[in-house]
């Protein structure tokens, strides 16, 4: 097992990544080559002051301790585009691209950054790294929500973001058969429960499965070790690996 307070000098050897939980939705993602990228990091308390919703864990890192070469935001919601931590974040690594959707766009134009808005469907390239924006389902709550689908050195990796299971938006990604997934499992706010959850991973048939957005705040529930059990029954093949905040596994 890794700690997140690693990521800056441990690199997995060729052929695996390491994927560290920041707790919520956030994750660091690292490559054999030192490649790093965030999605989501929530590492304050700015939920709490905005809408009275407290941590039941403190951030497993400090923000002006992550560091990466890549950013990416799946919405505005302040649990996963986080205002109290982005400017240390991106200060922090000045040279990192930032990718994010339209409902962002507000908040990110305010800031001296150059950034780059992507939708679902795109598809960008970086060396032997590959972006895949995938749709997801949060409804009215953010209708223009993505998932992202990363693939480099062999691995593909699809996070799904926050969304429903609602087939006909979850297919195309479905049917891309990734070999690591990582689903939102809280069923709250419009997104997947354990148990779609765990249908989720069934229809990728992946190797591996992550399980996040769960045990942040009282308010969303979900259940780890429950949607482990679904997936040991749906997808014996799967392994799923329920990490704790600041954790990381070399796969």
């Known amino acids: 097992m890794y700690n997140i307070n690693e990521h800056s000098t441990r690199v ?7 994927v560290y939980w920041l707790g919520g939705a956030g994750f660091i993602i690292k490559y054999s080559d030192g490649f790093t990228i965030c999605v989501d990091p929530y590492l304050s308390d700015s939920v709490e002051r905005l809408f009275g919703f407290k941590r039941l864990y403190p951030a497993p890192i400090k923000a002006d301790k992550l560091f990466f070469d890549a950013i990416f935001m799946t919405h505005e919601h302040a649990d996963h585009l986080d205002e109290d931590s982005f400017d240390v974040l ?3 690594n000045a040279g990192c691209q930032i990718y994010a959707p339209i409902c962002c766009d507000n908040f990110l134009k305010s800031k001296k950054r ?22 997801a389902d949060h409804g009215e709550l953010s209708p223009h929500a993505v998932g992202y689908l990363f693939e480099k050195e062999n691995h593909r990796i699809w996070l799904t973001g926050d969304t429903a299971f609602t087939e006909e938006v979850l297919g ?3 049917d891309m ?7 939102c499992i809280n069923g ?5 429960n354990e148990e779609q959850a765990a249908q989720l991973v069934a229809g990728c048939a ?8 769960f045990g942040l705040f009282k308010e969303h529930g979900g259940d780890a070790v429950k949607f482990e059990m679904l997936v040991r029954q749906l997808s014996p093949k799967t392994r799923v ?11």
């Open 188 to 192: 709250a706010y419009g997104n997947m």
């Open 177 to 183: 058969k990734p070999d690591i997934v990582l689903p």
């Open 114 to 135: 150059a950034y780059t808005l992507v939708k679902p469907g795109d598809d960008l390239y970086a060396g032997d790294f590959t972006l895949k924006v995938t749709k």
């Open 241 to 251: 690996h329920v990490l704790a905040p600041g954790d990381g596994i070399e796969i």
């Open 12 to 18: 997995p050897p060729k052929g695996k990544i390491a």
């Open 90 to 92: 991106v200060k922090n």
């Open 206 to 213: 992946p190797a591996h499965a992550v399980p996040m957005h």
């Open 172 to 174: 195309p990604a479905i």
